[in-house]
């Protein structure tokens, strides 16, 4: 029997109630910028990363983890006593070290989608990493999950959702042999994005999202286009235990 595998788009803690409850693959898509900072630090040779809610647990873990290194923002700058923000272009400056990461929304996602099957952070940058661990998974479902911003469930996510719909077209694209790759719930959303995608871009669309404009408030407008870019790193951030009251996260790499 052909291996089959539904893949659904739900934004935010819905999504992640979705994939705990069907025991699914949750893929936690934060464009603009966590999922691609978490993929880079561990592309770059941090080992693992304790992911935390909050810059308390963050500060907390530091001080009976000295030798980690805290990565994170709120507003999209780093927390007071952080050592770097949350840039995959600051990935290198982790110097291979274990890191302490927290931030606004993604982070969050990832936490409360750890008791599903198998909980993943993916985005344009790593997508190709995504589809190897998708052909491989014994998942019968997976949730590719637009993060949208925690606390503002109407925020309107165009990133989040431009990079899964990326993301659910190439996995639909390219099942693994003799496997049956669909699409479930958000079938209208994954339309409407696919449609937008092929007219703007990605590139265009992540620029024109309401997130970019906060980025370039801030003076961070180079990390819209280095999260636009696609397959640049092989590291899956993959769920793969606990640390106090953080998830840690270790890289899943395709073979080969």
């Given at each position: 029997?052909?291996?089959t595998l539904c893949i659904h788009l739900i934004e935010g803690e819905e999504g992640c109630r ?239």
């Amino acid at each position: 029997m052909s291996k089959t595998l539904c893949i659904h788009l739900i934004e935010g803690e819905e999504g992640c109630r979705f994939a705990v409850e069907r025991k699914a693959v949750a893929v936690i898509v934060d464009a603009l910028r966590a999922s691609a900072t978490a993929a880079l630090l561990l592309e770059k040779g941090t080992d693992k990363i304790c992911a935390v809610r909050e810059v308390e647990e963050a500060l907390e873990m530091k001080r009976h983890w000295p030798d980690a290194v805290l990565f994170g923002e709120r507003g999209g700058r780093p927390p007071a006593g952080f050592d770097y923000g949350n840039s995959p272009e600051e990935a290198a400056c982790a110097g291979g070290r274990s890191v302490i990461f927290t931030t606004t929304t993604g982070v969050s996602r990832l936490i409360s989608a750890s008791g599903a099957f198998a909980a993943v952070m993916a985005t344009t940058v790593n997508g190709a990493a995504l589809l190897s661990f998708l052909q491989q998974t014994d998942a019968a479902e997976a949730v590719i999950i637009p993060a949208g911003l925690a606390g503002d469930p109407g925020f309107d996510a165009q990133e989040d959702w431009t990079a899964a719909v990326w993301l659910a077209g190439l996995c639909l694209e390219h099942p693994a042999p003799g496997a049956v790759f669909s699409l479930g719930e958000g079938a209208e959303a994954f339309r409407r994005y696919q449609e937008r995608i092929s007219k703007e871009g990605l590139s265009g669309l992540f620029h024109s999202a309401p997130h970019a404009a906060r980025l370039r408030a801030i003076s961070m407008e180079k990390d819209i286009d280095f999260c636009a870019r696609t397959n640049i790193c092989s590291a899956l951030p993959i769920a793969c235990g606990r640390r106090g009251t953080g998830v840690l996260l270790r890289a899943w790499r395709p073979a080969g």
